[in-house]
C-alpha cells in the first residue's frame, strides 16, 4: 500500500509544493488548510487526482483524519509580517493549539511528524551565522513576537511529545524561501520588490538597506524538507541557503533583472526586524547529505517569469483579505 501523508496550510506557497513533491514520490496526500492566508488555485491541479484529498478545515480546532496516517507535516501559519501582524490570535493559536492538534493526531496514527519552524526563532541574531545550538535574541512582547512565539513554543511542545511520549518528530527551521505561487504583495521581500517593479513603482527598502538575508529556492527547501522527514534526527535542523546578501543590493539585482528603471527610496525599518540572517547548514549538509543547488540567478529569473505571468488584475489588487470573522477568536 502507498504511504499516506497529512500535509497541513496544503494551500500555501511552501505547502502547494510539498504536496507536489509527495504526490511525485507515490504518496497518498491528505492535504488540510482553512485558506486564511493559502490560495485554492495552488492546489487545484491535484484535485483530478485519486491520491490527493483536501480539507478545508482551521486545524486549531479538534482535527480528524479517518484512516491509516504515515506521515505528518504541520506547515499551517501565517509566515509573512503582513499576515501575522493582522491575524496576531489566530497566528499564535496555529502554532500552539493547532500543534498540539497535529501532535496528538500523530500519536493517534502512530505517524512521524514534521513541525516547520523558522528562522525567526533566532529573533534579531547576537551570532552569525545562525547554528541550530543558539537560542537567539527575541523580543517576547514586540510586534513580531506574535509570530515568533508561536514558533519557540512549537519546537518546545513537538520535543515534549518526543521525549514523554516517545513520538517520532523532526523539526525544520526554514530560512528566507522564494519561488512560483508566493503571493505578489504579502509583505515579505522577494515578491514586494518584483512587484513594484513590474507596477512601475519605486522599490521600498526599509532602514539603510544594509541588512542581510539569504534566500533559499523553493525546490532545494522541499528537498530538505523530504530528506529531514525521512532521516533519523529528532532535533531542528536549518534549512536554507547560507548565500547571504544586503537588501540594498538585492534591490538592484531585482532592477536589472527586470530590466526597469525604478528609485530605490528608503522607508524606517520596522520594530525588531533582523539585521543579519544566514544559516549554518553544517547539520543539514552532514546529517541529511543535503546542500542549495539553485543558484539565486536561476531561482529568481523563474520567479520572475512566474510573477510576469500574472494578470493586470492580480498585479494591482491589493493584500486586503478579510480577517475579521479571525479575528474575533
Request: glycine share 8%; proline share 5%; net charge negative.
Amino acid at each position: 500500500m502507498k504511504k499516506r501523508i497529512v500535509i497541513t496550510g496544503a494551500a500555501g506557497f511552501l505547502g502547494s509544493h510539498l504536496c507536489d513533491r509527495f504526490i511525485a514520490e507515490g504518496y497518498r496526500v491528505v492535504g488540510i488548510d482553512n485558506l486564511i492566508t493559502g490560495d485554492i488555485r495552488n492546489i487545484e491541479h491535484l484535485f483530478p487526482l485519486e491520491d490527493f484529498e483536501f480539507y478545508n478545515h482551521d486545524v486549531t480546532t479538534f482535527v480528524h483524519v479517518s484512516g491509516n496516517v504515515d506521515y505528518i507535516l504541520h506547515f499551517a501559519s501565517p509566515a509573512s509580517p503582513i499576515d501575522y501582524l493582522k491575524i496576531p490570535i489566530q497566528t499564535l493559536k496555529v502554532g500552539s493549539l493547532g500543534t498540539h492538534n497535529l501532535l496528538g493526531l500523530a500519536k493517534e496514527k502512530d505517524a512521524r511528524i514534521l513541525i516547520a519552524s523558522t528562522s525567526e526563532v533566532y529573533g534579531d541574531p547576537l551570532v552569525h551565522p545562525q547554528t541550530e545550538e543558539y537560542y537567539g535574541n527575541v523580543n517576547t512582547i514586540g510586534p513580531r513576537g506574535v509570530y515568533d512565539e508561536a514558533k519557540r513554543f512549537q519546537e518546545s511542545i513537538t520535543m515534549a511529545y518526543h521525549r514523554f511520549h516517545g513520538l517520532e518528530t523532526r523539526i525544520v527551521r526554514i530560512f528566507n524561501t522564494y519561488g512560483p505561487r508566493m503571493r505578489l504583495n504579502d509583505g515579505r521581500v522577494i515578491p514586494a520588490f518584483i512587484g513594484q517593479a513590474l507596477r512601475g513603482e519605486d522599490l521600498t527598502v526599509f532602514g539603510d538597506g544594509l541588512q542581510t538575508r539569504s534566500f533559499c529556492y523553493v525546490d532545494d527547501q522541499v528537498e530538505g524538507i523530504y530528506r529531514l522527514l525521512l532521516s533519523d534526527y529528532s532535533l531542528p535542523v536549518n534549512i536554507g541557503n547560507p548565500n547571504e546578501i544586503t537588501i540594498l543590493d538585492f534591490a538592484k539585482e531585482i532592477i536589472k533583472l527586470t530590466g526597469t528603471d525604478q528609485k530605490i527610496i528608503f522607508k524606517e525599518l520596522p520594530k525588531d526586524d533582523p539585521l543579519q540572517r544566514q544559516p549554518d547548514i553544517s547539520k543539514a549538509k552532514e546529517i541529511l547529505g543535503w546542500e542549495p543547488k539553485v543558484s539565486r540567478a536561476e531561482g529568481m529569473k523563474t520567479t520572475y517569469q512566474y510573477f510576469k505571468g500574472l494578470t493586470q488584475e492580480e498585479l494591482f489588487k491589493s493584500e486586503h483579505k478579510d480577517f475579521s470573522k479571525h479575528n474575533r477568536l
